[in-house]
């Protein structure tokens, strides 16, 4: 009788045994892949999350594209500075300086002055995900900060179904779109014409495409 009780005991013993080597496996493997999760895996875009928008129908165009490389940055020499604009868009920008009364921003991104509307909040980010990436070439502002207009000089780099969905974007937001081609494009007194034309006129379903 002992020795069958003695059995039971290291048998129970032996099971107790495997079960704990069991758990401190487990939690060195938790541990393992807790430490291999990047740290950003599960943090939250606070410009997309965020409770304080002025209009709650509105989301700002701030969201950031997910950082790259970090941890592992370039090397030294891998980046020079390069012009803002090409030598047709200074040509414009200035007539564009000389004939208006207006502030002229060039290259500017469509995340710095187009909201996007929705029902939800992923509404929103699905539709300000079609404006994230576009750039203006021009936006003439008043002193407020208002925008009056933009600008786009077409060239041979313009692909037109892009350009289409930039003015349907721009039209949408209710702003007045003006298009030259660089290859004509108009002196001061024509550029102040043709602005305050489109400006004075009610709001346009489609871009003003001087281009043609």
Request: charged residues 25%; hydrophobic residues 40%.
């Amino acid at each position: 009788m002992l020795d069958a009780v003695t059995t039971v005991a290291f048998t129970i013993l032996g099971m107790a045994a495997v079960l704990l080597v069991m758990a401190i496996v487990a939690m060195v493997l938790i541990a393992t892949l807790k430490t291999k999760l990047p740290r950003n895996a599960t943090r939250r875009d606070p410009e997309v999350e965020s409770d304080h928008l002025s209009n709650p129908d509105e989301l700002p165009i701030t969201a950031k594209e997910p950082t790259v490389g970090e941890s592992n940055p370039p090397p030294s020499g891998s980046f020079y500075a390069k012009r803002v604009m090409t030598e047709p868009e200074q040509i414009l920008f200035h007539r564009l300086c000389q004939s208006q009364p207006y502030h002229v921003f060039p290259q500017v991104a469509f995340s710095q002055f187009i909201g996007a509307k929705g029902r939800t909040r992923k509404e929103r980010f699905t539709h300000f995900a079609h404006a994230r990436q576009k750039v203006a070439d021009f936006v003439l502002c008043r002193h407020d900060s208002s925008i009056v207009a933009v600008i786009e000089l077409d060239d041979s780099s313009h692909d037109q179904k892009r350009d289409h969905a930039k003015d349907r974007i721009l039209n949408d937001a209710g702003l007045t779109v003006i298009r030259w081609h660089v290859r004509d494009i108009p002196d001061s007194n024509a550029i102040r014409t043709t602005i305050r034309n489109a400006i004075s006129s009610p709001a346009q379903d489609a871009a003003v495409d001087m281009s043609t």
